[in-house]
């Protein structure tokens, strides 16, 4: 197996920082620490409602990150245009509605087709990597690839929020069928969403898989461990 990198997310840093108002904690401190203590990168998600990472905070992670710089982002003017600005490493397209507690599913490819594509032209201009976070299904890959997007993102919740084995082994079937195609179309392909360190060791053998994005567990493990530690401890499963 190639070493699977780690782009660890900080939102939920910002989630506690926001819930009182204040400057305390810092996603961008936590940040440093994570690639401190092994992870590859770091990945945002700046939202249009700004319920966690604010836009003073893409800006001062872009001064700070050594690895890998993700933005995570709607397709939404907004966000592109200080995506313009900041000129992150990645970006990564996702879906965004106000009510959902975290993104819910894939992209929808086809829909957003042409306006995808612009924004894959865009940020090549800028020499931009783009990646869609979408569903791990055939056509929506050919649809991907189509778009001159550099990688895919496999959605990854609904192998996570499986608890009856058939369905897992269901779902992780579907995730590797999903690499091996992307794989052979020649498209790079990350993973994420709902991953943490009972579920990630299943998947980390998909064929072609570069990286993974994973926050919400390893902040949530760093409230009884220590972010050190947390980020550490999945470092050494992905690269067991």
């Known amino acids: 197996m190639s070493k699977v990198n780690l782009c660890v997310n900080v939102d939920h840093i910002a989630t506690l920082r926001q819930a009182r108002g204040g400057t305390f904690p810092d996603p961008v401190r936590g940040a440093m620490l994570c690639e401190e203590n092994g992870a590859d990168g770091i990945t945002v998600h700046l939202r249009e409602d700004r319920r966690h990472i604010q836009d003073f905070d893409v800006y001062a992670l872009r001064d700070v990150v050594n690895g890998k710089f993700n933005l995570e982002m709607a397709l939404s003017d907004d966000i592109i245009s200080i995506a313009m600005q900041v000129i992150p490493d990645q970006i990564t397209l996702v879906p965004e509605k106000r009510e959902e507690l975290t993104t819910e599913g894939g992209l929808n490819v086809k829909q957003n087709f042409k306006k995808i594509r612009e924004v894959v032209e865009t940020f090549h201009q800028l020499e931009v990597e783009v990646s869609l976070f979408i569903e791990p299904e055939i056509d929506i890959i050919d649809l991907s690839y189509d778009t001159g997007s550099d990688f895919i993102e496999l959605h990854t919740g609904t192998y996570c929020n499986t608890s009856k084995e058939a369905d897992i082994q269901r779902e992780k079937s579907r995730l590797y069928t999903a ?13 994420g969403h709902g991953l943490n360190y009972n579920n990630t060791p299943p998947i980390l053998d998909m064929e072609g898989l570069e990286e993974l994005n994973i926050g919400h567990s390893i902040i949530s493990q760093s409230i009884y461990s220590g972010l050190p530690h947390a980020v550490r401890a999945m470092v050494r499963i992905l690269q067991e």
């Open 179 to 191: 690499a091996s195609h992307a794989l052979k179309k020649g498209i790079r392909i990350n993973a």
